[in-house]
């Protein structure tokens, strides 16, 4: 069973910066493993619905982000570690959520979840 487990989430002032880190372990049922997943961040900002922050392909050669991110975060991966970030710089009151990593392992729909890191963003 394919797992993904966030870190890196915290206080932090405006202006600042953090790197959110999701690490994948086991396989998909049909034996797909981090590798072959799309990946993608996703956010929960308070008392709204969960949105999309960026995506990454499976060789980390496309990156795509939301407008509201763009210039500020940036998605990277690490396939030798199992590993996709988000490094979120100029953080500002509004980034305040909770963020989730996600994988697409067929690149069309985001079956697996994390368990969600918090960032708060103080004014």
């Known amino acids: 069973q394919a797992q993904l487990v966030e870190s890196g989430g915290g206080l932090v002032q405006a202006g600042g910066s953090l790197r959110l880190s999701c690490a994948a372990s086991?396989?998909?049922?049909?034996?797909?493993?981090?590798?072959?997943?799309?990946m993608g961040w996703f956010r929960q900002r308070p008392g709204k619905e969960r949105e999309f922050v960026s995506t990454?392909?499976?060789?980390?050669?496309?990156?795509n982000y939301a407008d509201s991110v763009k210039g500020r975060f940036t998605i990277s991966r690490d396939n030798a570690k199992n590993t996709v970030y988000l490094r979120m710089n100029s953080l500002q009151p509004d980034d305040t959520a909770v963020y989730y990593c996600?994988?697409?392992?067929?690149?069309?729909?985001?079956?697996?979840w994390g368990q969600g890191t918090q960032v708060t963003v103080s004014s």
């Open positions: 996600a994988a697409a392992p067929l690149g069309t729909s985001w079956d697996y």
């Open positions: 086991g396989r998909t049922p049909s034996g797909r493993t981090f590798g072959s997943y799309t």
């Open positions: 990454i392909s499976r060789s980390g050669g496309t990156q």
